[in-house]
Every structure is written in structure tokens, then in C-alpha cells.
């Protein structure tokens, strides 16, 4: 399994899921809030850090 192909899987399945709820009938109004959803703004990029207190457990 590809981490990366799954978050993308997850974010267009969740797009299609907010989109359906959304009929917006001012044009100008729509247009932005497509732009929004398109740029990502419910979905930012992943947060990926590392943990420099991390030890590992040993038995």
C-alpha cells in the first residue's frame, strides 16, 4: 500500500462527498467556493515530522 496514493484516493472520494452537498446558485459566490475546494482549502497537504525523542522499546 502507497501512503501517498491513498491520501490522494481519500481527498478526491471527500471532495466528491463536500461537492455533492454544495449548490450554491450566485455564480460569483460558486465560482469561489470551487476555487477554494480546488486549492485545497478542507484538504491541506499531510504533515510528515520526525520524532527526535523517539526511543525504541527494549525488552
Same mark, same amino acid.
Not at 462527498?17 to 482549502?41: A, K, M, P, V, W
Given at each position: 500500500m502507497n501512503v501517498f496514493d491513498l491520501n490522494s484516493r481519500l481527498i478526491?472520494?471527500?471532495?466528491?462527498?463536500i461537492r455533492s452537498f454544495?449548490?450554491?446558485?450566485? *455564480?460569483r459566490i460558486n465560482q469561489f467556493t470551487q476555487e477554494c475546494l480546488d486549492h485545497?482549502?478542507?484538504?491541506? *497537504?499531510?504533515l510528515i515530522q520526525l520524532n527526535p525523542s523517539f526511543q525504541l522499546f527494549q525488552l
Amino acid at each position: 500500500m502507497n501512503v501517498f496514493d491513498l491520501n490522494s484516493r481519500l481527498i478526491e472520494d471527500y471532495s466528491s462527498y463536500i461537492r455533492s452537498f454544495i449548490q450554491i446558485r450566485d *455564480e460569483r459566490i460558486n465560482q469561489f467556493t470551487q476555487e477554494c475546494l480546488d486549492h485545497g482549502l478542507l484538504w491541506p *497537504e499531510p504533515l510528515i515530522q520526525l520524532n527526535p525523542s523517539f526511543q525504541l522499546f527494549q525488552l
